[in-house]
């Protein structure tokens, strides 16, 4: 595993079942944190790659800090791990959520999936004006240049251009983007939706790109694009 720099933020009871030792080992740069507080200020003037916040360990369940740490650092990762039976925490915008009993393999791999990776290995999905970079988590629409998007966002958007012209269910949505089958409240994914409409549309309040199958789901129509002479001016 390439090395990149990984905030814990773990229980001082994790003692000597720290996850810190495993993540060592395979060559990342760890730094603990035992406080919200302190992961908070850890990093006054660069960001982690990843962060993974051991909620087993802690006395909360770090919801209201992961989320304070997404507003943070937008494009950080986070991975949240939960002891066995406890609730997992929707609201707390993780990207990858564990719940013990996991090895660390498990961990890992998660962990190699949410690290950027060399430039030099950049895996491009291009469909029609839309060029995504996956490792970077940018898109290029129709040459105007590289945006940047958090990671849930490259995921959901991603899934539209690997199925495009596709209806795409809120389940598939749920389970490809937010790795779950709970669908009982989705306004996660209602909230990320409108992020991409004003990503890609011209008029996000009327969307022609990304339509809604009321009851269904959604449907991508890059062709709306190749088919009008749109020259995309006054997009975001």
Known sequence: MRQ???LLIEGRRAGENSLALSLRKVGLQ???CHTSTAALHVFPNDAPNLIIYDAATMRSNGARTCRRLCRKWETVPIIHCRLNG???PTDAEADVYLEQPYTSRKLLNRIRALLPVDPQREEIVRVGPFTLYRHKRSINIAGQGEQRLTPKLAHL????LRHPAEVLDRRTLMATVWKTDYIGDTRTLDVHIRWVREL????PAAPQLLTTVRGVGYVFNPQVLLTTSDS???MP
């Open 86 to 88: 406890e609730a997992e």
């Open 30 to 32: 760890v730094t603990v």
């Open 232 to 234: 995309r001016t006054g």
């Open 4 to 6: 990149a720099h990984v």
């Open 157 to 160: 958007i991603e899934a539209f």
């Open 200 to 203: 890609i549309e011209t008029d």
